[in-house]
T-cell receptor, first 111, second 114 residues
Framework: QKEVEQNSGPLSVPEGAIASLNCTYS??????FFWYRQYSGKSPELIMF????GDKEDGRFTAQLNKASQYVSLLIRDSQPSDSATYLC???????????FGSGTQLTVLP | NAGVTQTPKFQVLKTGQSMTLQCAQD?????MYWYRQDPGMGLRLIYY???????DKGEVPNGYNVSRLNKREFSLRLESAAPSQTSVYFC?????????????FGPGTRLTVL
């Protein structure tokens, strides 16, 4: 059974702070790693994807991957109230790149 | 470009009734997926289709069937709905090996089984 674990929430940070979201996965054959953001009542939307060990930056977002530790994280710098949402970590494997999702971390950015 | 569309948006069924959830994508993707999301949980894969003409079971396939009608359309059928199938259902599509493997999600179908 492939498992993806996310740090338990909810997580609250003040506006302008750095939010740190963490995720571990069990399947060493996992190929790609994704962070999706999901607003209440909406569908998941892609924030970041990462394939290789190290850091990947896109604007205020940085994804970090450590395959040896089976760990992936997402940092959100200068957090804004509009970042308040549930963040889902997802890991792909298999020929169709099926995704296994974590249960999500609810982030609230306080004005 | 509509992306991934799903119908209906909302549905209420009685136990034992059947229904089909429809999904279509206009991105020319080969792979399509059906997930369910229960309150406070992540998404769980029900079935997927790696390419037109193929379907495979995911993590939670019991009680469901699927049809990959053509490259654009992938439907999910509940033959005899049960209250445990009350959930939000998301369809997604992707092009594995394209360089991103990103899955794009439809707006979801909110299903209640009484």
């Amino acid at each position: 059974q492939k498992e993806v674990e996310q740090n338990s929430g909810p997580l609250s940070v003040p506006e302008g702070a750095i939010a740190s979201l963490n995720c571990t996965y069990s399947d060493r054959g996992s190929q790609s790693f994704f962070w999706y953001r999901q607003y209440s009542g909406k569908s998941p939307e892609l924030i970041m994807f990462i394939y290789s060990n190290g850091d990947k930056e896109d604007g205020r977002f940085t994804a970090q991957l450590n395959k040896a530790s089976q760990y992936v994280s997402l940092l959100i710098r200068d957090s804004q109230p509009s970042d308040s949402a549930t963040y889902l970590c997802a890991v792909s494997s298999g020929s169709a790149r099926q995704l296994t999702f974590g249960s999500g971390t609810q982030l609230t950015v306080l004005p | 470009n509509a992306g991934v569309t799903q119908t209906p948006k909302f549905q209420v069924l009685k136990t034992g009734q059947s229904m089909t959830l429809q999904c279509a994508q206009d991105m020319n993707h080969n792979s399509m997926y059906w997930y369910r999301q229960d309150p406070g949980m992540g998404l769980r894969l029900i079935y997927y289709s790696a390419s037109e003409g193929t379907t495979d079971k995911g993590e939670v396939p019991n009680g469901y069937n699927v049809s990959r009608l053509n490259k654009r359309e992938f439907s999910l059928r509940l033959e005899s709905a049960a209250p445990s199938q009350t959930s939000v259902y998301f369809c997604a599509s992707s092009e594995p090996g394209s360089g991103t493997d990103t899955q794009y999600f439809g707006p979801g179908t909110r299903l209640t089984v009484l």
